[in-house]
């Protein structure tokens, strides 16, 4: 039986101005279990920052209970907090005339008495973390120097250093590129099993989140929250509901989200290597439909071979040079 870290009851989330209130979320009742990674995904501003800044005690709940462990985020002392839950924010601090290594040391304040005198049982869990978010050879660095994905790795590193049980992230792939945001959330996952955390985090990357979270709560633009596994919230419609729009779509079948379109006209491709399924993402990239029925199709083997009405039009090498060829004709 997994632990439970995190409970949510009856939870209304939102802002208190004077004597009126902005309810964005309301009746969220949700639990996190150690060892899982939890994903927020839904459009910008449906309140997954605020949802949360106030799990993280930043702004404080409408109504409702947030319980660490048993007990009440309320009763906490602030000490003791710091060291059940780390947060990590989309906004970049200012840090200046401090290493990196001394920012990721910060993380080991809730441990370190009045005076924050880190032992060396401290110095090594930061330089181990510092292993473990790939930044070892930027401990000696300025951090005001570093890139933004650079920052944003430091700040991971200080979360994780900080050893909590829980740990909440806003956007943490903001500043990655694809690779690093895949390995990231590959690596969060590893150390959600391995030191059995609850780690939950805020992603516009559905498809990566799709692909990595244990469950998924979704927030839909002025709907209540949905919570599920991805397969189930795929299967039942929620995640194209809830991203369809004029551009875009997201396909059940291939899990991605592709170009809604009006096509110019049809083309079959016939094949199922690597080669057509390109060839397929570049007709759709130019508004051509590869499907049948069709007059004209493509076989595709060393070359893209083009027919029309079973008759052979040409042979091309490359998808660009078939591609120019089309938009010609």
Known sequence: MKKKLLEIKDLEIGYAVKDQKKVIQHQLNLSLNEGELICLI????VGK???????GRIQAELSGDIIIDKTPISKISQQEFSRKLALVLTEQLDIPHMTTQDVISLGRYPYTGFWGNLQN?????VIDTAKKVGIEHLLKRSYVELSDGEKQKVMIAKALAQQTPLMLLDEPTAFLDFPTKSSLLIMLRKLARQNK???ILSTHDIELALKTADQIWLFPEHLKMISGIPEDLVLDGQILKVFKNDEMSFN???GHFEKQFKANFNIEVKGDNIKSIWLKKALIRNEIAPVAPSDKHIICDEEYHLFEKNIKIDSFNTINKLLQFLKIQ
Do not use: A, H, R, Y
Request: no cysteine; hydrophobic share 35%.
């Open 42 to 45: 839904g459009p910008n501003g």
């Open 49 to 55: 920052s605020t949802f949360l800044k106030t799990l």
């Open 121 to 125: 049982k401290d110095l090594s869990i």
């Open 197 to 199: 955390m609850g780690i």
């Open 252 to 254: 059940i079948e291939s």
